[in-house]
């Protein structure tokens, strides 16, 4: 791809914003890998030297926090975020991007681990360059992940796209936001952003770029399944109406299949005669109702939750200390 010469860009400050919860096996090498690419992008003349790297530490409890602070006082570019708590990845990667908002012309979110390919951020800075405002990294591949993750990121996507929730299949939160691409990210104040699916109904122009994803370079996954379906759940409640609509479509249901037996057993009365209250009609609809409502109570009980959250207003993140 070459540079579309017809658009008026001089080269950008790049913020790579990067969520860490406890990190500290990761941090050396992504450090060392990221400031490299930086140096590579600024000799290439992609990006300025004002570029620098920002770590937004997710309340760790192990000593990343300690190296953060240690690194931002020999190397200026790195600056870092730190949480008052745990608030999940989501929540640690938007307080970094609402903090670099207005200090840098575009940023890319990456993994602590690296598992995404630092190495293709030119490309996604000449898709930038080329007139995109957004542009996702999309993994060409899973062969880095378990057993596990995969069947639960297949369902996840296949649930996604039936629930209606539109989002880029093995795009997870590898992308480069332009300046304008934030101002309208950052504008969105509900307390769940599922940031996969508000980039994409943002607009703009968009740009993909593949990537192979590697093995962690250090430490175990900080994403446990509780995280995992709590962001599927996210997802979908902050999406998709979807399983309010199966209640209503289950109502009638149940209610046209009860006025049918009720039809039939009036009309075996009326008509034979021979009709015995039996076990099965009595007790079966009694288990089966009781199931259909505690589910229905169940996803009407996920939507109200989003609304209780969303009236509540409260802080999405708290910042503790900032290092710039
Ligand atoms: N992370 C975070 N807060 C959390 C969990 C994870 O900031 O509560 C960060 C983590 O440090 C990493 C990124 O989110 O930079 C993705 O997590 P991880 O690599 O553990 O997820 P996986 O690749 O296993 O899905
Ligand atoms: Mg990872």
New binding site residues.
């Given amino acids: 791809m070459s540079i579309d010469p017809a658009f008026p860009c001089t080269a950008p400050v790049l913020a790579i914003v ?6 500290q096996e ?1 941090i050396p090498g992504t450090l060392l890998s990221l400031l490299g690419v930086l140096d590579k992008l600024v000799s290439i003349g992609r990006i300025t030297t004002e570029s620098f790297l920002y770590f ?5 409890t192990d000593n990343t926090w300690y190296l953060l602070s240690s690194i931002h006082k020999k190397e200026h570019r790195v600056r870092c975020l730190k949480l008052s708590r ?4 989501q ?3 938007i307080a970094g991007l609402i903090s670099v908002k207005n200090k840098c012309d575009i940023s890319i979110s ?4 690296l ?1 995404q390919d630092p190495n293709v951020m030119d490309k996604f800075i000449e898709s930038y360059l080329n007139g995109a405002d957004i542009v996702f990294g999309v993994r060409n591949n899973r062969v880095a992940d378990g057993i596990f ?1 995969r069947i639960t990121a297949l369902a996840f996507y296949r649930i996604m796209s039936i629930m209606g929730v539109t989002i880029i299949k093995n795009h ?2 590898y992308r480069l936001l332009s300046k304008r691409a934030l101002e309208a990210l950052t504008a969105h104040n509900e307390p769940n952003l599922f940031l996969r699916a508000i980039c994409v109904q943002l607009g703009f122009k968009t740009g993909t770029v593949y990537f192979d994803v590697v093995e ?1 370079n250090a ?6 399944l509780r ?2 379906l709590k962001l599927a759940v996210n997802g979908i409640t902050s999406f998709s109406i979807f399983p309010l609509r199966i209640i209503a479509i289950l109502g009638v249901l149940i209610f046209g299949l009860t006025a049918l037996m009720a039809i039939y057993v009036i009309c075996r009365t009326l008509l034979v005669g021979d009709t015995v209250p039996g076990w099965a009609s009595t007790t079966l609809p009694i288990y089966f109702l009781g199931g259909v409502q505690v589910l229905c109570i169940g996803i009407i009980g996920e939507y109200l939750a989003e609304v209780v959250n969303a009236v509540k207003q409260r802080p999405r993140f708290i910042i503790e200390t900032e290092l710039f």
Avoid: W
């Avoid at 990067?18 to 990190?23: D, G, H, L, S």
């Avoid at 937004?56 to 760790?60: E, K, Q």
């Avoid at 990456?110 to 681990?113: L, P, S, Y």
């Fill in positions: 990067i969520p860490c919860f406890n990190e990761s937004v530490d997710d309340g760790s745990n608030f999940g990845h929540t640690a990667l990456i993994d602590a681990d598992q993750k997870a939160d962690r430490g175990v996954s900080k994403y446990s995280k995992m």
